[in-house]
């Protein structure tokens, strides 16, 4: 199938949350590290999302070129090609971007889809994420509200983050502290400003201990319940029925969640969820397994010649396809997507 249209990506979310279920979102930085993911949501019969942080889009223009948003429209590109090979819907999306890469990644790309737009084309990306949270609430929804403006009329949908997520992702860094929790007053605020749906559509990133990275279950408090909290006192300003959750929520830094916790935000809205410390683990324990397993064949030990299958990229790549895209289908039976594309 081809990559998500709007109203096709507006469905996979309006679904998501009906049924109680997430996708996946997982992080790629290679054409390999996209088609483990699109194999493994293949795998499990799930449709899904992948995203490219600012860090990954820098590292697929090449490691001196640098170029953020030339690393993501090629990606993008790409994508758009081979997913037609696969049999479930892909959207495509950009991860944390902070306010001092705005106008040299999430603002160029949110352009380009304007522009094809215009031309009777589909947006390059589904959605674009803008990472205010270490800015203070007002500046950033300031921000966000004129992203979200701009999305609109390139049919993206933004994502935002209120609060902090923790630990440090692609050089963001969020101190484990108080803020890792959401209050439902800045739940409220964001609708009064974002709106809820007339200026837009916007996933939200309310945060409720998550922290980035690697992390022992226990180490971290996650309190799931936040995101409920939030939802029931937006919806009654709203004058929505008992239990409506006005917002569409994403689940950040969730490597070492018990998967108790995992399930228990479903119930409260989250339809995203990301993955990449698990993936990237995933992907590169087989190549460390071939490598020791196969040590004189891909090094030229002692004047020896090596084993050219041995140390072809294409060898090990295979192992790490496979490892990495058993982890996108696992985290697709995690979030109960697995099944419903």
Not at 86 to 102: E, F, M, R
Not at 173 to 201: C, F, H, N, Q
Not at 286 to 295: E, G, S, W
Not at 298 to 311: P, R
Request: glycine residues 10%; charged residues 25%; contains cysteine.
């Amino acid at each position: 199938m081809p990559i998500a249209t709007p109203e096709t990506y507006a469905q996979m979310l309006d679904r998501a949350k009906s049924e109680s279920f997430a996708y996946p979102a997982i992080n790629v930085t290679s054409s390999q590290t996209l088609n483990a993911a699109l194999r493994g949501f293949a795998e499990a019969g799930s449709d899904g999302i992948v995203q490219v942080s600012t860090g990954g889009a820098e590292y697929l223009s090449g490691s001196t070129i640098k170029n953020m948003v030339l690393g993501a429209e090629a990606l993008a590109e790409y994508a758009h090609h081979v997913a037609k090979a696969y049999p479930v819907t892909i959207a495509l999306h950009t991860d944390h971007c902070p306010a001092d890469k705005l106008d040299t990644y999430i603002r160029p790309l949110i352009a380009i889809s304007r522009e094809r737009v215009a031309a009777g084309r589909e947006p390059l990306f589904q959605s674009h994420m803008w990472d205010g949270s270490a800015v203070e609430l007002e500046e950033n929804l300031k921000i966000a509200e004129e992203l979200l403006a701009d999305a609109a009329a390139a049919k993206i949908v933004l994502e935002v983050e209120i609060g902090v997520v923790g630990g440090e992702e692609d050089g963001v860094v969020g101190a484990i502290d108080e803020k890792l929790y959401t209050t439902p007053g800045d739940m409220w605020r964001t609708a009064e400003v974002l709106g809820s749906g007339e200026k837009g559509r916007y996933l939200l990133a309310a945060t409720f201990g998550n922290v980035h990275g690697v992390y022992k279950p226990g180490n971290v408090k996650l309190r799931p319940t936040i995101l409920r909290e939030g939802q029931d006192h937006v919806a009654q300003k709203l004058g929505l029925p008992a239990g409506a959750q006005p917002f569409d929520l994403v689940f950040h830094g969730g490597s070492g969640s018990d998967l108790s916790e995992i399930r228990e935000t479903l119930d409260y809205g989250v339809v995203k969820m990301n993955v990449d410390t698990d993936t990237q683990y995933a992907f590169t324990r087989p190549i460390v397994d071939h490598a020791f397993r196969n040590y004189d064949g891909v090094l030229k030990v002692d004047g020896e010649v090596g084993a050219k299958k041995a140390y072809d990229p294409r060898t090990y790549g295979k192992l790490a396809e496979t490892g990495m895209a058993a982890r996108v289908a696992q985290a697709c039976e995690d979030l109960r997507s697995a099944g419903r594309s």
